[in-house]
């Protein structure tokens, strides 16, 4: 089983940015989707974007133009770069293989 490794969480101002990364154990290049989660205090995970092995993408409508998704077959991780970030964007982040491993999940607060 694939084990994901995530990090690059940390506290951020609002309107700064960081970038999250996800190294996977093995090989993803036999992947076809990859993705990034969040869960805030309270709430339900959801989805924050997904990339195929074709480099499709998919945001959630709250980070649409803001965070881009990305994948290195050769480094075998997966990241997240997050722009003009939000004290709602608060929340431990977890990559997720589609339909397989999560990560343990790297915490991420947006705050003054």
């Known amino acids: 089983q694939v084990q994901l490794v995530e990090s690059g969480g940390g506290l951020v101002q609002p309107g700064g940015s960081l970038r999250l990364s996800c190294a996977a154990s093995r090989s993803i290049l036999g992947i076809y989707a990859m993705g990034w989660y969040r869960q805030a205090p309270g709430k339900q995970r959801e989805l924050v974007a997904v990339?195929?092995?074709?480099?499709?993408?998919n945001y959630a409508d709250s980070v649409k133009g803001r965070f881009t998704i990305s994948r290195d077959n050769v480094k075998n991780t997966v990241y997240l770069q997050m722009n003009s970030l939000k004290p709602e964007d608060t929340a431990v982040y977890y990559c997720?293989?589609?339909?397989?491993?999560w990560g343990q999940g790297t915490q991420v607060t947006v705050s003054s």
């Open positions: 997720k293989i589609e339909g397989g491993s």
């Open positions: 990339i195929t092995i074709y480099g499709s993408t």
